[in-house]
């Protein structure tokens, strides 16, 4: 049975953990074909090693991190870091961590966070699934400035594609 890891972390202010697992148990194949190991760590520069170790300890095929960084210049700097540390990790285990960060100054008011958290949070788990076991639904995607979080930027462009 395949795995797929999700990772969020204490310092968020949303569980977007909770939203991650919700989207992918309804993904056909939960319990069947595929299940979630699930982890939380203190916060988002935690990340990287949890990812990694969900690869090499428990097998995961890809993984879900989610992290919510404060709106303070020094969690800016911080995010970044932990990014760096998530694309390691990737490089290391040559498996596809998928970044899902919030950030606090998206928006001006708090509470506006909460639908973006959930629409990141499931479409990313989605996109995860669709790795896994539907890459063509990416496929078909490319190039339309799909959003996670937010609606879709749409496309500037007709597709050139052909056959793929």
Known sequence: MDRIGVVDTMF???DMGGYALDELKSCPGYGERFEVVYRTVP??????????????????????ALGMPG????????????????????????????????????????AALVPVCEDRARKHARNAYWMLYEPEQLTRRAGQGVRQGYADAGPIATSTKTGA
């Open 71 to 110: 709106r303070a210049e020094i969690d800016q700097v911080c995010a970044h870091e932990a990014s760096q540390g998530i694309m390691m990790a990737q490089l290391l285990t040559s498996t596809h961590i998928l970044e899902v960060f919030v950030h606090e100054n998206e928006e001006e008011d708090p």
């Open 12 to 14: 968020a202010r949303v």
């Open 43 to 64: 916060g988002f520069k935690d990340l990287a090693v949890e990812c990694k170790r969900l690869v090499e300890k428990e097998g995961c095929a890809v993984i879900v």
